[in-house]
């Protein structure tokens, strides 16, 4: 017979962790701008490449100490 499984646990704490990479891009205050350019290129095209950065380590982070 197999065992019945625990119920999935998603109440740790660094999930928390995700929340700036999920919140900051929804507020267009902060980077709808032209200035500064990075290469040429316009504020909100390069911080947008950074917001994806940032949420593919946040995740992996979470991933990392999450998992069991």
């Known amino acids: 017979m197999t065992e019945p499984r625990s119920p999935r646990s998603d109440r740790s704490p660094w999930n928390w962790v995700l929340l700036p990479a999920v919140v900051i891009p929804l507020i267009p205050l902060l980077f709808n701008h032209a ?11 390069w911080l947008q490449l950074t917001f994806i950065l940032v949420s ?12 069991r």
């Open 35 to 45: 200035e500064p350019r990075l290469l040429g290129i316009p504020l909100f095209y």
């Open 56 to 67: 593919v380590a946040a995740t992996l982070i979470v991933y990392r100490v999450t998992r």
